[in-house]
């Protein structure tokens, strides 16, 4: 068994304003903006029960830092209704619904993020 484990615990995401981006992060995942900001930077949002956390850093926040291509993807058990939820919130929709089963949408600082149903 190796020292270092399989298993992910963060994925962190360059945003330029962390107060706005733990608002816009919640309001797509429909959570509850109550988490804490960290050291005036950092704020930590749980994915799963696993311990995956959401890691949003304004303190690494660059313009050439933002990802020009999705580094993960959100799961779905409904790609339609996904795609719908995030259209309904006027979020900037990048691709349509790809091969039945993904599309691509971009975060305030245009960070390109994937929702994608497995």
């Keep these: ?43 930590c949002i749980p994915l799963d029960n696993n311990g995956l ?23 779905t058990d409904d790609i339609h209704k996904a795609y719908q939820f995030l259209k309904e919130r006027n979020v900037e929709l990048v691709t349509e619904i790809e091969n039945g089963h993904w599309f691509n949408f971009k975060d305030p600082d245009g960070n390109l993020l994937m929702v994608c149903q497995c």
């Design 53 to 75: 956390n959401l890691v949003l850093d304004s303190k690494i926040y660059h313009e050439e830092s933002i990802y020009k291509n999705p580094a993960f993807h959100f799961n």
């Design 1 to 43: 068994m190796s020292i270092i484990s399989s298993k992910a615990g963060a994925i962190f995401i360059p945003v330029s304003n962390i107060i706005n981006a733990r608002k816009w992060y919640c309001y797509i995942l429909d959570l509850d903006p109550k988490y804490e900001i960290i050291a005036g930077h950092l704020c």
